[in-house]
């Protein structure tokens, strides 16, 4: 069984992770490692994946990469990138937030 996870780096997204490897799955990992959190605290919560062979990651933007290749023979996805809280979407920040709404909009326009 394989499965993709994005936003794998944060806690949700590694917690889970972690859960599938243990289950058996193979894991793709994707993760942009946005700046909002430091890097050093998206590698501590990905330590225990560490080596493990089920596990790999793609250090990438969903919203600009190519999704073919990542998600072909993977019946799972687990769709958990995004930007935390909505704070930084005010005043300068709010730029990466209407990058990320426009990319992959919640509703579709029907026209």
């Given at each position: 069984?394989?499965?993709?996870?994005?936003?794998?780096?944060?806690f949700?997204?590694?917690?889970?992770?972690?859960?599938?490897?243990?289950?058996?799955?193979?894991?793709?990992?994707?993760?942009?490692?946005?700046?909002?959190?430091?890097?050093?605290?998206?590698?501590a919560?990905?330590a225990?994946?560490?080596?493990?062979?089920?596990?790999?990651?793609?250090?990438?933007?969903?919203?600009?990469?190519?999704?073919?290749?990542?998600?072909?023979?993977?019946?799972?996805v687990?769709?958990?990138?995004?930007?935390?809280?909505?704070?930084?979407?005010?005043?300068?920040?709010?730029?990466?937030?209407?990058?990320?709404?426009?990319?992959?909009?919640?509703?579709?326009?029907?026209?």
């Amino acid at each position: 069984m394989r499965a993709v996870i994005t936003g794998a780096a944060g806690f949700i997204g590694s917690t889970l992770a972690e859960r599938l490897v243990a289950e058996g799955w193979w894991v793709t990992g994707v993760d942009s490692f946005s700046p909002f959190y430091a890097a050093a605290d998206k590698e501590a919560n990905l330590a225990a994946l560490v080596g493990e062979r089920r596990f790999d990651l793609v250090r990438a933007d969903v919203a600009t990469m190519s999704l073919d290749r990542l998600l072909a023979d993977r019946p799972l996805v687990v769709h958990l990138a995004a930007q935390p809280g909505v704070l930084g979407s005010f005043g300068t920040g709010f730029d990466q937030y209407l990058h990320d709404v426009e990319k992959y909009p919640l509703i579709e326009d029907p026209a």
